[in-house]
């Protein structure tokens, strides 16, 4: 009569499942500008990341002798399509499939499935791939209607830094990932999520604010002399800070917690985007902080009520 699950026990009327397929359809308008900008190919990556995620999930969940309608809890099919974001539109068709390899199996799978991984899945095949095929992952498709199909420089790599206009990396006019260029479609989808009260705002708050404030004073020429809001408009952080470093599985409990989990991001972001050799951070530091949630939920915890401290 009781279903029993594994501590934290949060009440809400949410279950994992309907959180899944909510985040996959606030994820939808994102999806429909990366296909409008870059053309078809982007819905075949996306398709293919997609049902690799769910057949490699299924493999080995029949290799580990469990239900196979676990899949349907949507986990696997928000993964797949989150990978995908994080691909140029114009990658080979097994990129996505040793991807979608690395994030169900090694970032998911090995740990005990849902609710029991340390690092996103989705970051853990962008990772992958970015560390063994960089070339792949590096080059960018422009949109359909500029007059070169292919482009070398993102916003954010030093050939192609403040060579945009905000209009243009507002609306997604440039080379990028797939999901993450349209930052009007991803708004359109972080106001449904807010609405819906499946996310909170306070770690993508602490995460593009730190970025925002960091590029300001160090990210020009002198002193308080950057452009916090090419660093906003510019790549994966506001994909990275609503959709990934939001997940419940890999990010703090307390609201103290996820502010501070949200500044190391931020930190994190700026450092390896001013001094690192990738022009893009996010990735790096989502992971980076998902490892130390542990000890932030630590010091973080919400005191027991009736507790009295020794000493006292």
């Given at each position: 009569?009781?279903?029993?699950?594994?501590?934290?026990?949060?009440?809400?009327?949410?279950?994992?499942?309907?959180?899944?397929y909510?985040?996959?359809?606030?994820?939808?308008?994102?999806?429909?500008?990366?296909?409008?900008?870059?053309?078809?190919?982007?819905l075949?990556?996306?398709?293919?990341?997609?049902?690799?995620?769910?057949l490699?999930?299924?493999?080995?969940?029949k290799?580990?002798?469990?239900?196979?309608?676990?899949?349907?809890?949507?986990?696997?099919?928000l993964?797949?399509?989150?990978?995908?974001?994080?691909?140029?539109p114009?990658?080979?068709?097994?990129?996505?499939?040793?991807?979608?390899?690395?994030?169900?199996?090694l970032?998911?799978?090995?740990?005990?499935?849902?609710?029991?991984?340390?690092?996103?899945?989705?970051?853990?095949?962008?990772?992958?791939?970015?560390?063994?095929?960089?070339?792949y992952?590096?080059?960018?498709?422009?949109?359909?209607w500029?007059?070169?199909?292919?482009?070398t420089?993102?916003?954010?790599?030093k050939?192609?830094?403040?060579?945009?206009?905000?209009?243009?990396?507002?609306?997604?006019?440039?080379?990028?990932?797939?999901?993450?260029v349209?930052?009007?479609?991803l708004l359109?989808?972080?106001?449904?999520?807010?609405?819906?009260?499946?996310i909170?705002?306070h770690?993508?708050l602490?995460f593009?604010?730190?970025?925002?404030?960091?590029?300001?004073?160090?990210?020009?020429?002198?002193i308080?002399q950057g452009?916090?809001?090419?660093?906003?408009?510019?790549?994966?952080?506001?994909?990275?800070?609503?959709?990934?470093?939001?997940?419940?599985?890999?990010?703090?409990?307390?609201?103290?917690?996820?502010?501070i989990?949200?500044?190391?991001?931020?930190?994190?972001?700026?450092?390896?985007?001013?001094?690192?050799?990738?022009?893009e951070?996010?990735?790096?530091?989502?992971?980076?902080?998902?490892?130390?949630?542990?000890?932030?939920?630590?010091?973080?915890?919400?005191?027991?009520?009736?507790?009295?401290?020794?000493?006292?």
């Amino acid at each position: 009569m009781f279903r029993v699950s594994p501590a934290p026990h949060i009440k809400s009327n949410l279950s994992s499942r309907k959180i899944m397929y909510l985040v996959m359809l606030a994820l939808l308008p994102a999806g429909i500008a990366g296909v409008y900008i870059y053309g078809l190919c982007s819905l075949k990556v996306i398709f293919i990341s997609m049902a690799s995620c769910v057949l490699w999930e299924l493999l080995f969940l029949k290799f580990r002798h469990k239900d196979p309608r676990i899949v349907l809890d949507g986990s696997a099919l928000l993964t797949g399509l989150l990978l995908a974001y994080n691909l140029p539109p114009e990658v080979p068709f097994w990129i996505p499939v040793v991807g979608a390899w690395a994030s169900i199996i090694l970032g998911k799978q090995l740990f005990g499935g849902l609710g029991h991984n340390i690092f996103n899945p989705a970051l853990v095949g962008r990772v992958f791939l970015q560390i063994s095929w960089p070339v792949y992952m590096t080059t960018w498709k422009n949109p359909r209607w500029a007059l070169d199909s292919v482009s070398t420089a993102t916003p954010l790599a030093k050939e192609g830094a403040r060579s945009f206009s905000y209009i243009d990396l507002f609306l997604g006019n440039h080379g990028g990932c797939i999901g993450e260029v349209c930052i009007l479609a991803l708004l359109i989808g972080v106001l449904f999520l807010i609405f819906t009260n499946v996310i909170s705002f306070h770690t993508p708050l602490s995460f593009f604010g730190t970025v925002m404030v960091l590029a300001w004073i160090f990210g020009g020429k002198g002193i308080f002399q950057g452009d916090p809001i090419f660093h906003l408009l510019a790549g994966g952080l506001i994909l990275g800070a609503f959709f990934m470093a939001t997940d419940y599985v890999t990010s703090p409990l307390t609201r103290r917690g996820k502010i501070i989990f949200g500044i190391g991001c931020g930190l994190l972001t700026i450092l390896i985007r001013l001094k690192g050799g990738y022009p893009e951070g996010v990735s790096y530091a989502i992971l980076f902080m998902n490892a130390m949630v542990p000890m932030i939920d630590r010091y973080t915890k919400t005191r027991k009520y009736g507790l009295v401290k020794k000493g006292r």
